[in-house]
């Protein structure tokens, strides 16, 4: 069964940290995994997205880096701010199944001035 | 223009009504989707359209109905919903149809905050 789990569901962190949120994935076998970012009750932004040959993506103060032998994947937050304050969601497109992605429950972070 | 736009923002219907949602996306995407969102949940996938036939139809129920009259829109017809199909409804596009590698990211609407009474 394909699956895509995120742990922590909830971090809070003072500004200025650095940080890690976590997405893990049954299936070795995906063809990418995109990170995406949802503020409350609003839409999903794309925030990375990593093919599976890939090891990892960098877009400004965020990081995305891919272990598909291990089924993880990390996002790196640099010098967080209140701004990134938001639920962060992995999704994956496995290589079995059509053009879905797989999301995982997400990780709610909260960054305290 | 890269936007996938919905309407309305805020939609409330009783039982009985019938309403549609809107989506529209001018990026040239051949892919569009539907998903359902309750709170605090991720976003689950209804249907997906690829060069605007139907491909996926996860189990819907009929009081769902999806429509893509051309390939920058998709609607979603409701009829006869239940108070537990309250929810956010996403729209998502990408340029990649069904299947195989690429770089098809997936644009998401802002979504419809749907409250059935």
């Known amino acids: 069964k394909q699956e895509v789990t995120q742990i922590p569901a909830a971090l809070s962190v003072p500004e200025g940290e650095n940080l890690v949120l976590n997405c893990s994935f049954t299936?070795?076998?995906?063809?990418?995994l995109q990170w995406f970012r949802q503020d409350p009750g609003k839409g999903l932004t794309s925030l990375l997205l990593i093919q599976s040959s890939q090891r990892e993506q960098t877009s400004g103060r965020l990081n995305a880096s891919l272990d598909k032998s291990s089924g993880r994947s990390t996002l790196y937050i640099a010098a967080s701010q209140p701004g990134d304050s938001a639920t962060y969601l992995c999704a994956v497109k496995f290589q079995t199944g059509a053009n879905n992605l797989f999301f995982g429950t997400g990780t709610r972070l909260t960054v305290i001035p | 223009d890269t936007e996938v736009t919905q309407t309305p923002k805020h939609l409330v219907m009783g039982m009985t009504n019938k309403k549609s949602l809107k989506c529209e996306q001018h990026m040239g995407h051949r892919a569009m989707y539907w998903y359902k969102q309750k709170a605090k949940k991720p976003p689950e996938l209804m249907f997906v359209?690829?060069?605007?036939?139907?491909?996926i139809n996860e189990s819907v129920p009929s009081r769902f109905s999806p429509e893509c009259p051309n390939s920058s829109l998709l609607n979603l017809h409701l009829h006869a919903l239940q108070p537990e199909d309250s929810a956010l409804y996403l729209c998502a596009s990408s340029y990649k149809a069904l299947g195989g590698e690429g770089l098809e990211t997936q644009y998401f609407g802002p979504g419809t905050r749907l409250l059935v009474l």
């Open positions: 359209y690829s060069y605007e036939k139907l491909s």
């Open positions: 299936d070795s076998a995906i063809y990418n």
